[in-house]
């Protein structure tokens, strides 16, 4: 059942018209069995006062682009809704005309475009207007009979309207129906979702509440009565090597994605039905998921012997059956039509789960949320009767709808790490810290592989914990990244320890070993995890090693650490010869005096600085181009190296060091 959330306290502080609709549009948004991802739209009418000093009649309508869950005052468009209602009207009204008409009517022209339903929300005449897409409406009206049984349900509490896309049509047709309809506390729109409205912010909540909890109430009752097999069994299918498979399939046909998967016990019941070839082809629950997850998912039953090549043949059938689909229904408009790529967004494989495919982590993420949703709903219809879902023609008008590929576009943005996953060593603190947060902000997977977690958390890195010096823990780290994202792009090669300085003939066979350990061995783990990896990639990657300016030029007492980075630094050199061919370019830079780090604290850059009779400032920017250094310097300049400016190089060693005399 859906809960009823309005607390009679908390929306006291919300006073006016405007407060209160942001109040009630964020308890409908905080419940994903109602909206989902953007979807759902919100309406109140007020008035104003204009600048003749004159009062007018405003429409608050959600902005595109602003989420029901989070949306605040400025999401949502002040619109004079006289010159609205006027629309009615017209006998046709294209889509760029009316938004052109939504945007030209606005009170403020820096206002979020309204959403491609504000005109129905305009031609109700009631103050506030809430739309969902709640699943349990969903649930009947995707039946063959939705109509008949609706109309049982709910008698004259609702107006029923039949499915027409968003737009100027179904604004039209949804006021023709209320206008007779008298006391009326909604619409069902069939197939698509469903209205509310009321005097008050409350009184409209409330009725799309009980409306869906009339239809979860059916569904209860029905699923009672009939108890369904599940079967929830996981096979013996491998997670990470499964979803590198598919994503370097994807990659190879030139469709870059980040991969996501869903393993949960809905997920599994729904993927091991032996009809799920049948019922997942019907289409999805609401239109507007399309754009998000292609008309219908791709099914995937196999072995792990036979799985690229089944995988293969099945994303050739996709693509086949995707053409036909745009060459039969892009001939019924008037505009010229460009196909959109023909790739999956939801695989559905008995025994492992749901895989969806994004552009980006955030895509992926999106696309299963929907179909989690999507699921519920197709086993709940299911049981009801049968899921039945929209003719392909009005699916493909709402994934070719310009007004809906523009939501896209919004949302596209160009940097050269997008989607990619990229595994720092040691990114807790210092120089790792800085790369996984540079990283973080160019809408990338970034993990970071540490023994110990972050002092402060950033939401944008995951933390893996692992153990450099230990290989199983490196390598479960790696398949951890690959079951979360099907690939890896780029690592970097960070973690390390500075021993205690000692001269050698003072050395200790411990500190020596511990050196060798996380320093060298831990090295080593990474990179052959990495270049395993990174060679299952199609697009090839790049390994970038953090060595150090000890390499070509060695300090005194600092054999365990100096040592170990030469020796790396060979290791480097060597993976660069072996990995070319894969396109994996292995770059080396060679860090120095990075104050920032946890090696340098205060007191033995005061001991050093002495040492050199320099004061601490003086002594920072001891380098030729008299600048101190940063681990945010050492980020960028790893940043830049795998940005695609240097694709055509590997096997360097850059010195990050302001200029060191003894190295140039
Ligand atoms: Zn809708």
Not at 63 to 83: K, M, N, Q, Y
Not at 114 to 122: F, G, Q
Request: net charge neutral; proline share 5%; with cysteine.
């Amino acid at each position: 059942m859906v809960k009823n959330r309005w607390d009679e306290n908390q929306s006291l502080v919300f006073q006016d018209v405007l407060s209160q609709r942001v109040y009630s549009s964020r308890l409908l948004g905080s419940d994903p069995s109602l909206v989902l991802h953007g979807g759902g739209n919100t309406s109140a009418k007020s008035t104003r006062i204009n600048l003749h000093g004159n009062k007018e009649d405003i429409l608050y309508i959600k902005g595109s682009g602003w989420d029901l869950s989070t949306i605040e005052a400025p999401g949502f468009a002040a619109v004079r809704l006289d010159p609205l209602k006027k629309a009615r009207d017209l006998s046709t009204l294209s889509d760029p005309d009316m938004v052109n008409l939504l945007r030209t009517e606005l009170t403020d022209f820096t206002m979020p475009t309204p959403s491609v339903e504000a005109l129905l929300h305009a031609f109700i005449p009631e103050i506030f207007v809430d739309h969902t897409h709640a699943d349990a409406v969903l649930t009947l009206t995707n039946q063959p009979n939705g109509e008949e049984i609706i109309k049982t349900l709910y008698e004259t509490r609702i107006g029923i309207v039949p499915y027409v896309m968003p737009g100027f049509a179904l604004a039209k047709l949804c006021a023709e129906i209320y206008d007779k309809s008298p006391g009326i506390e909604g619409l069902i729109l069939l197939k698509h979702g469903v209205f509310s409205f009321g005097k008050t912010a409350k009184e409209s909540y409330e009725r799309m509440i009980n409306l869906v909890n009339r239809a979860e109430t059916f569904i209860d009752d029905v699923k009672t009565k009939t108890k369904s097999q599940a079967h929830r069994s996981k096979s013996k299918l491998g997670t990470s090597s499964s979803l590198s498979s598919i994503y370097a399939e994807l990659s190879r046909r030139g469709f870059q994605s980040v991969l996501h998967l869903e393993d949960d016990d809905q997920t599994l019941e729904f993927v091991n039905r032996s009809d799920v070839s049948e019922i997942s082809q019907r289409g999805p629950v609401t239109p507007d998921h399309v754009i998000r997850t292609k008309r219908i998912p791709l099914v995937l039953k196999t072995t792990q012997d036979s799985f690229d090549i089944e995988f293969s043949k099945k994303l050739d059938e996709y693509r086949d059956a995707y053409q036909v689909y745009f060459n039969a229904h892009s001939t019924q408009t008037d505009l010229p039509l460009t196909m959109l790529d023909p790739f999956p967004r939801l695989i559905l494989i008995p025994g492992l789960g749901l895989v969806t495919v994004g552009k980006t982590k955030k895509e992926a993420t999106i696309a299963a949320d929907i179909y989690q949703r999507s699921m519920g709903v197709i086993l709940n219809a299911e049981i009801i009767g049968k899921y039945d879902a929209l003719p392909q023609q009005d699916i493909f008008d709402v994934e070719y709808w310009v007004l809906e590929q523009a939501k896209l576009n919004k949302a596209k943005s160009s940097t050269p790490f997008l989607g990619k996953t990229i595994l720092v060593t040691g990114g807790s603190r210092g120089i790792g810290k800085a790369v996984c947060q540079s990283y973080a902000a160019h809408s990338t997977q970034v993990f970071n592989l540490d023994l110990q977690p972050p002092n402060q958390n950033n939401s944008q890195v995951h933390y893996i914990e692992a153990d450099v010096s230990d290989e199983v823990s490196i390598s479960n780290a790696f398949d951890e990244a690959v079951k979360r994202t099907g690939k890896i792009d780029i690592v970097i090669i960070n973690a390390g320890i500075f021993p205690e300085s000692q001269s050698i003939k003072d050395l200790s066979s411990e500190l020596w070993q511990k050196s060798l350990n996380i320093n060298l061995n831990g090295a080593f783990y990474t990179a052959r995890a990495a270049a395993k990896w990174l060679s299952q990639n199609p697009r090839g990657g790049d390994i970038i090693f953090v060595a150090s300016k000890n390499v070509p030029a060695p300090g005194k007492k600092a054999a365990a650490y100096s040592v170990m980075k030469a020796a790396q630094t060979q290791l480097a050199r060597v993976l660069a010869l072996e990995s070319g061919s894969n396109k994996i370019r292995v770059n080396i830079v060679h860090p120095n005096m990075i104050f920032d780090t946890d090696i340098w604290s205060d007191e033995i850059i005061v001991e050093r600085a002495k040492a050199y009779q320099m004061t601490p400032e003086a002594y920072k920017k001891n380098n030729c181009l008299n600048l101190p250094l940063s681990s945010q310097d050492v980020a960028d300049v790893i940043l830049a190296l795998t940005s695609g400016a240097f694709s055509k190089s590997t096997g360097l060693q850059i010195p990050i060091d302001g200029g060191n005399e003894r190295v140039i």
